[in-house]
């Protein structure tokens, strides 16, 4: 049992320590990430009932100790109940905590600026609300809400930036929207999460998120 217990301390003391190693970046993400971490210590608790007793009955039970079966069981009422009622359980809470998180993510709030992302084989541009553009760089302030406009120009592909909570298809002829706030100036990574030909490897851009006031616009390359 102190074995058992040890055990588990370590895997929570190394999940937290990966969520820490992962932070997030933004509001979208970081509501992923609170319902991600709470699916998977629902799945910890899970797996340690399961292998817990699968362990227990391998050493209860071996060939050393019961040679022979000393009884034959053919149902059990009460625990087909509690196998069935405590799985649906988890997955009530896990709907109830996920619906939240859903709404916020797809809820923007008022967006500061709009900014339309297109997709082309293989770059992306980012066209700012006064007509400007940027290729494979996008540029906004921190704490800034930006309405994004996603799009392509030829095959399907996918604007992801994994810190941000963003993943969202760059389809031809239609538009889908998405929104980005960054909680803190830096550099984000962009890939192309839809395979879309020979060079899809390559087709990467940065998120540049600078300080507020450094800049006389919330958008766009610096001057």
């Known amino acids: 049992m102190r074995r058992a217990l040890v055990l588990l301390a370590s895997l929570l003391v190394g999940m937290s320590l990966l969520g820490t190693a992962s932070a ?23 797996a340690i009932i399961v292998y817990g007793a699968m362990f227990w009955f391998l050493i209860r039970y071996r060939r050393s100790v019961a040679p022979e079966p000393t009884s034959q069981m053919e149902g059990n009422r009460r625990l087909e109940v509690i196998w069935t009622v405590f799985p649906s359980v988890i997955v009530a809470l896990i709907t109830l905590m996920s619906v939240p998180v859903l709404h916020y993510t797809d809820t923007a709030p008022v967006p500061d600026t709009r900014i339309t992302v297109m997709g082309q084989q293989f770059y992306w541009n980012f066209t700012y609300e006064d007509g400007t553009y940027t290729i494979n760089e996008l540029w906004i302030q921190e704490d800034v809400v930006a309405h994004l406009v996603v799009s392509s120009m030829d095959v399907i592909h996918s604007f992801a930036v994994p810190e941000l909570g963003i993943k969202i298809d760059a389809v031809p002829h239609r538009n889908n929207t998405w929104w980005l706030q960054a909680d803190e100036p830096g550099d984000y990574l962009t890939q192309c999460a839809e395979f879309c030909g020979v060079g899809h490897y390559g087709m990467r851009a940065t998120v540049r998120v600078f300080p507020a006031g450094s800049q006389p616009r ?6």
């Open 24 to 46: 997030a970046s933004g509001p979208v993400e970081r509501e992923i990430q609170g319902l991600f971490w709470a699916i998977t210590g629902f799945a910890v608790l899970v």
């Open 218 to 223: 919330i958008y766009g390359p610096p001057p």
